[in-house]
């Protein structure tokens, strides 16, 4: 049973640094597209970085130049460093795992989804 599990998160005011940190197991982490999402009171989960097998990172425009998502395969983790911090950054912050299917190099299917529990961050002065 793949498990995931977040920690990290906290209270921190604006221009503070954070960084979150997701264990997983029972499976083999290596071959998962791993990713974190944040949902805001009252607002839908949204993708804020997601890393591939071979490590290729993509983040969406908000979090460019503030936060980096990184994996240590051999270890199991996934982390998200977080710096400058806003306000609006406030969120629970999820761990996602999850396989990614191929034709060549298509993507053409994604597997199972995995989520942690979440961690709870905090921006606020």
């Known amino acids: 049973q793949v498990q995931l599990v977040e920690s990290g998160g906290g209270l921190v005011r604006p221009g503070d640094s954070l960084r979150l940190s997701c264990a997983a197991s029972g499976t083999d982490f290596s071959i998962f597209v791993m990713e974190w999402y944040r949902q805001a009171p009252g607002k839908q989960r949204d993708l804020v970085a997601s890393?591939?097998?071979?490590?290729?990172?993509t983040y969406v425009d908000s979090v460019k130049g503030r936060f980096t998502i990184s994996r240590d395969n051999a270890n199991r983790m996934l982390y998200l460093q977080m710096n400058s911090l806003k306000p609006e950054d406030t969120a629970v912050y999820y761990c996602?795992?999850?396989?990614?299917?191929?034709?060549?190099?298509?993507?053409?299917?994604?597997?199972?989804?995995?989520w942690g529990k979440g961690t709870l961050v905090t921006v606020s002065s």
């Open positions: 996602n795992g999850h396989t990614v299917y191929y034709s060549g190099s298509q993507e053409i299917g994604r597997g199972v989804d995995y």
């Open positions: 890393i591939t097998v071979d490590g290729r990172t």
